[in-house]
C-alpha cells in the first residue's frame, strides 16, 4: 500500500472503515493496560477515528499520525478544535489540548517522540499493511517503543485467498512472528464477526474473526 492509495481514498470519500462511535472493542478491554492517567498514548495510521477523544477522555495524551491531509483537518473541525499548528522533520503537528495529530509518515516519526509513548493503540495499521510493510512497521516503530510499553492491537483473521485487502488478514500466529520477540502477548479475546460484517459477506469471506491482544514491551 503506497501513500497515494490512502490519499485517494481520503479524496474519494471511500472511507467506510471509518466508524461513528468509538470502537466498543477499546471501550471493553482498554482497562486490561491499566495505563495512568497522563500516559502518552499512540495511535498510528488514525484517520479522524473517534477512538482518540475517548482516550482523552480517560486522561491519556493522544498521539496520532495520519498521512491525509483531508483526514486531519475533518478530524478537528468536527469537533469544534482550532489546533495549534507547527512544522517538524516528522511533519505538520496540529494540537488541540490532549490531542496531537502529526500529518505524516508513522515511519518518519522519530527516536525521541516514539520512546515518549507510554502506549499504543493499534486498530486500523497492522490490518491496513501488505505482510512486507506490517513486518517494516513491526520493526521500525514498534520496534522504537520503550520497554514496559502497553499496547491494545485489534486484529481481524479470514482466509486470504477469498478477499484482497484492505484490511488484511493478520492472526495469531502473524502476531507472535511480528512481536514475540520483544512483547509479551496476551490474547484478550477473539470474536466471530462475519454475521454482523456483511461487506465481507458480500464478497465471499466464509470466515471472519476478530482478535483484541494486550501487548506489553520486554
Known amino acids: 500500500m503506497q501513500a497515494e492509495f490512502w ?16 470502537m466498543p472493542l477499546l471501550l471493553e478491554r482498554w482497562p486490561a493496560l491499566a495505563l495512568p492517567r497522563g500516559s502518552r498514548v499512540l495511535v498510528p495510521l488514525c484517520g479522524k477515528t473517534l477512538d482518540m477523544p475517548w482516550l482523552a477522555a480517560q486522561g491519556h495524551r493522544v498521539l496520532g499520525v495520519e498521512l491525509s ?20 522533520p516528522m511533519g505538520v503537528h496540529h494540537v488541540a489540548g ?21 502506549a499504543v493503540y493499534d486498530r486500523a495499521a497492522a490490518i491496513a499493511l501488505p505482510a512486507s510493510m506490517r513486518e ?5 516503530v514498534y520496534g522504537r517503543l520503550p520497554a514496559g510499553c502497553r ?16 484490511p488484511f488478514p493478520v492472526d495469531a500466529g502473524d502476531v507472535d512472528t511480528l512481536f514475540g520477540a520483544d512483547w509479551t502477548i ?8 462475519l454475521a454482523v460484517q456483511p461487506k465481507f459477506q458480500e464478497a465471499g469471506v466464509s470466515s471472519l474473526h476478530t482478535g483484541v491482544y494486550r501487548l506489553q514491551r520486554k
Open 151 to 166: 499496547g491494545l492491537l485489534i486484529t481481524l483473521e479470514y482466509p486470504p485467498p477469498e478477499m484482497d485487502g484492505p
Open 69 to 88: 491531509p483531508l483526514a486531519v483537518a475533518q478530524f478537528f473541525a468536527e469537533h469544534g478544535l482550532v489546533p495549534e499548528r507547527h512544522v517538524s
Open 98 to 118: 490532549p490531542i496531537e495529530i502529526i500529518q505524516g509518515d508513522v515511519f518518519a516519526l522519530d527516536d525521541a517522540t516514539l520512546a515518549g509513548c507510554d
Open 7 to 22: 490519499l485517494q481514498r481520503w479524496r474519494e470519500g471511500r472511507i467506510g472503515f471509518h466508524n461513528d462511535r468509538p
Open 136 to 140: 517494516r512497521y513491526a520493526r521500525e
Open 186 to 193: 496476551d490474547l484478550l479475546e477473539r470474536r466471530d464477526i
